[in-house]
């Protein structure tokens, strides 16, 4: 078993930063993939970033490309996604996954923290 658990995110203004993060317990850190998805409001769960087992390997959703980066530190069993420029349809609850695959499909992921709720004000 893997447990995620996602930090507070909260309410930020458009063109404002956020950095939200996943601390990571239940089996070696080192082993699993991880993403971050997010959910609007009447909308379907969609992929955000992944970032694969060693790191070097991070790719976003071509809606957040350049703005939103996917890290993680493998001795604090911690990953993060810093969100910049934010726009108003970056609203969402945000979830983090962790999974064997390294993959942007949500299907192929075993493991979710709750999610939190991302809202940035026009």
């Known amino acids: 078993q893997v447990q995620l658990v996602v930090s507070w995110g909260g309410l930020v203004q458009a063109w404002g930063s956020l950095r939200i993060f996943c601390s990571v317990s239940g089996r070696t850190f080192r082993s699993i993939a991880l993403g971050w998805f997010r959910q609007a409001r009447g909308k379907e769960r969609e992929f955000v970033a992944v970032?694969?087992?060693?790191?070097?390997?991070?790719p976003v959703a071509d809606s957040v490309k350049g703005r939103f980066t996917i890290s993680r530190d493998n001795a604090k069993k911690t990953v993060y996604l810093q969100m910049n420029s934010l726009k108003p349809e970056n609203t969402a609850v945000y979830y983090c996954?962790?999974?064997?695959?390294?993959?942007?499909?949500?299907?192929?992921?075993?493991?979710w923290g709750k999610g939190t709720q991302v809202t940035v004000s026009s």
């Open positions: 970032i694969n087992r060693s790191g070097d390997n991070t």
């Open positions: 996954a962790a999974g064997d695959q390294f993959s942007g499909y949500d299907s192929h992921y075993d493991f």
